[in-house]
């Protein structure tokens, strides 16, 4: 049975960092695509950062270009994201996913909340 499970986030004021965590079992990291949505209440919800298979490229959405890394640690099936500089704008629910064109995963989203 393919699991990812979500650990990290909370409050945190502007400009602060926090960091998210993905631990996958039941699957080969090296089989999928990796990457981590947010979804901000009212909002639909948005791809911020993925690599492709064997980690081959990396997207990152403008809005969190050179805030935010994604480091998996393949070895260990764990993902994490590092957010930098985070704003209120960041606040949203953030999910880790794994895709490939016949399946895609979720975890089970964690909160983060950016405010004063």
């Known amino acids: 049975e393919v699991q990812l499970v979500q650990s990290g986030g909370g409050l945190v004021q502007p400009g602060g960092s926090l960091r998210l965590s993905c631990v996958g079992s039941?699957?080969?990291?090296?089989?999928?695509?990796v990457g981590w949505f947010r979804q901000a209440p009212g909002k639909a919800r948005e791809g911020i950062a993925c690599l492709g298979t064997g980690g081959a490229t990396a997207y990152y959405r403008d809005s969190v270009k050179g805030r935010f890394t994604l480091d998996p640690y393949r070895s260990t099936n764990t993902v994490w994201m590092h957010m930098n500089s985070l704003q209120p704008e960041d606040t949203a629910a953030y999910y880790c996913?794994?895709?490939?064109?016949?399946?895609?995963?979720w975890g089970q989203g964690t909160q983060v909340t950016v405010s004063a």
């Open positions: 039941g699957f080969n990291f090296d089989d999928y695509a």
């Open positions: 996913n794994i895709y490939r064109p016949t399946e895609a995963f």
